[in-house]
């Protein structure tokens, strides 16, 4: 549903399903679910950025400025 995450993608339900026996899966769930909107915030950020780059027109060799 929009708004919405599924529990799976919980970083804690992910980890408690993954056990003990794999801390380092575990503590992956929570660098790759985790604080998912500030992450898209500066991911969109970075692709807008390069669109803007792209986009700017190159300085004329004939141009003094």
Known sequence: MPGERAPDYDPDRRAAAIGP???????ASR???GDFEPRFERGLAIVVAGVEASLRPEPSPLDPS
């Open 21 to 27: 026996g794999h801390p380092l899966a575990a503590a």
């Open 31 to 33: 660098e790759l679910f």
